[in-house]
T-cell receptor, first 112, second 112 residues
């Protein structure tokens, strides 16, 4: 089954404790992205990647890091989480420009 | 930056009625896509319309695109309670830039 898998689904952590949210897709897609969703603000892109070792900043990259060492994986790293990073996070992948995106089920992160 | 802006922000109708949501955007696009999100879950792709298309149908969905007005509409005919969800438009820039930019969404409530 074609899917994008994120882990964990829920996470509560403390300020400053490094964490990684994993994302994996099994469709051999070139493009992968991370979004955060906040009430009243819709989906905002954090980072995206067009291929292995090719990443770029989205609209809200501050406080986040990503890497794309393999085509299927695109982890999101929060080196020192802060409460304003409490949000619902989505990973998405697609073949490329002009194609539909497939989303993971989301990771609800709370930073206390 | 958010490209698409949906209107209305929220819509409440009865089962059997039609639901119309609108999306406006700012810059030239390659295509416009509509997605659906059930409460806090991952987004699911509904339909993609390219900039050279004016109308597209998929089951009970009808999408129109007016590039001169930089706007699109999504019509759901004969709504069902199961259509209750948030609906987002997303745009792919005309220039080949890879990012898919989402609006803030319309929350649709269909009452039995």
């Amino acid at each position: 089954e074609a899917q994008v898998t994120q882990n964990p689904r829920y996470l509560i952590t403390v300020t400053g404790k490094k964490l990684t949210v994993t994302c994996s897709q099994n469709m051999n897609h070139e493009y992968m992205s991370w979004y955060r969703q906040d009430p009243g603000l819709g989906l905002r892109q954090i980072y995206y990647s067009m291929n292995v070792e090719v990443t770029d900043k989205g609209d809200v990259p501050e406080g986040y890091k990503v890497s794309r060492k393999e085509k299927r994986n695109f982890p999101l790293i929060l080196e020192s989480p802060s409460p304003n990073q409490t949000s619902l996070y989505f990973c998405a992948s697609r073949w490329g420009h002009g194609t539909e995106a497939f989303f993971g089920q989301g990771t609800r992160l709370t930073v206390v | 930056s958010q490209q698409g802006e949906e209107d209305p922000q929220a819509l409440s109708i009865q089962e059997g009625e039609n639901a119309t949501m609108n999306c406006s955007y700012k810059t030239s696009i390659n295509n416009l896509q509509w997605y659906r999100q059930n409460s806090g879950r991952g987004l699911v792709h509904l339909i993609l319309i390219r900039s050279n298309e004016r109308e597209k149908h998929s089951g009970r969905l009808r999408v129109t695109l007016d590039t001169s007005k930089k706007s699109s509409s999504l019509l759901i005919t004969a709504s069902r309670a199961a259509d209750t969800a948030s609906y987002f438009c997303a745009t792919d820039a005309a220039s080949g830039y890879s990012t898919l930019t989402f609006g803030k969404g319309t929350m649709l409530l269909v009452s039995p």
